[in-house]
């Protein structure tokens, strides 16, 4: 099972509008630290127009340079901004995404995003019903040891057939000791017979050359970024054709319009796009509506890891039809955090999440 923490933030106004953000870093790895860190930006931004974003979000920026132009103070400056943006969306009785930009999409494609370390019938089950659901496009995660990471692509595959698109997360991005590029390639080599999509962040995010090596030499394409912040990380990636895919996030990479300058980056070297949102629904919607604006995303991640509020905290249910996601019709984000959702999952306090064996 996975054991998480999350830790949204709600930005308020003098006309009663209540935006939410999530920091998704902030949950999942620092939530006991999180708030005194969103703490810091109130004096940047009380008695602001909300409605001025891209003004709040460089002063924000310019309030922590010296000590946080990466990491922590990015993940909540990402979900200041999101929360601004549903606001701007609440007040003009519309969805973001035809605040920043309108459609470039009318449907996208996704895929299920799950399949963490668990026993052998846990994972047949799960796979099992991608199947019976016909969901278009799996991803699952991977260990270290080599064997067994072969084997269990082997398997998904197998269980799902051969008409799911498969994607396998090395997750080797925050892994302490994460694999050199030859290890990576062998990997690429091993998993290539199993029709892969791509091969998830097989290095160390920030080892941009031993990444470009695992690229040029690999049979599989290869993502990365989920790890990254804004437009300069990302630019690395980029200029070293480090990956084919990168996967920026809302709630990491700097917010909505980060990604979209990153989405319009990436466009410059013909990389695709596909965002990374792993968490709560706050997550998820933040980067959906800037997905559907940008040409070069091509599908979306949904976490299917049974968190029980990435759909409780949705106005709409996600709307899916024919293995693809619909533009979200609800203002601002569509997200809401309830009194009764406060009380039905309390904070438990933690250093950040615990995962192990379902």
Known sequence: MTVASVSMLQVHTDS??????DTYGGGWFYPEAAGGLVEHF?????????????????????????????GASINAISAIENALWDIAGQEAGLPVWKLIGGLAHERMPFYASAGQEKP?????????????DGVPAVKIRTSTNFDQAVAKVARCRELLGPNI???????????PSPWDSKQAVKFAHAIAPYDITWLE???????????????????????????????????HLLRNRSVDIVQPDA????????????????????????????GSGVTVMANLHWAFTQPNVF???????????????????????????????????GVRLTDELRAAYPWQGGYGAKMRAA
């Not at 009663?16 to 953000?21: E, K």
């Not at 931004?45 to 409605?51: A, F, I, M, T």
């Not at 047949?124 to 019903?129: K, V």
Request: aromatic content about 6%; some cysteine; charged content about 20%.
């Open 251 to 278: 709630c990491t990479s700097g917010g909505i319009l980060e990604c979209i300058r990153i989405a319009g980056a990436a466009a410059l070297f013909g990389t695709k796009v596909a965002p990374h949102a792993w």
């Open 201 to 235: 962040e097989p290095c160390a995010a920030d080892d941009y050359e031993g990444l470009a090596e695992v690229r040029r030499l690999s049979p599989v394409p290869i993502s990365g970024g989920e790890t990254m912040f804004g437009l300069i990380e990302f630019g």
């Open 120 to 132: 052998a019938d846990a994972m047949e089950r799960e796979m099992s019903g991608y199947v019976r």
């Open 16 to 21: 009663g509008l209540i935006g939410l953000g």
């Open 165 to 175: 698109k498969l994607m396998v997360d090395a997750v080797m991005g925050s892994h």
């Open 299 to 333: 599908i979306q991640e949904v976490p299917t890891w049974g968190f029980p509020l990435r759909d409780a905290l949705l106005v709409e249910p996600l709307r899916i039809e024919n293995g693809h996601l619909l533009p979200p019709t609800a203002p601002g984000l």
């Open 42 to 70: 109130n004096g940047v931004l009380v008695g602001e127009n909300p409605l001025d974003v891209a003004r709040l979000l460089e002063k924000m920026r310019n309030s922590c340079k010296y000590w946080g132009r990466v």
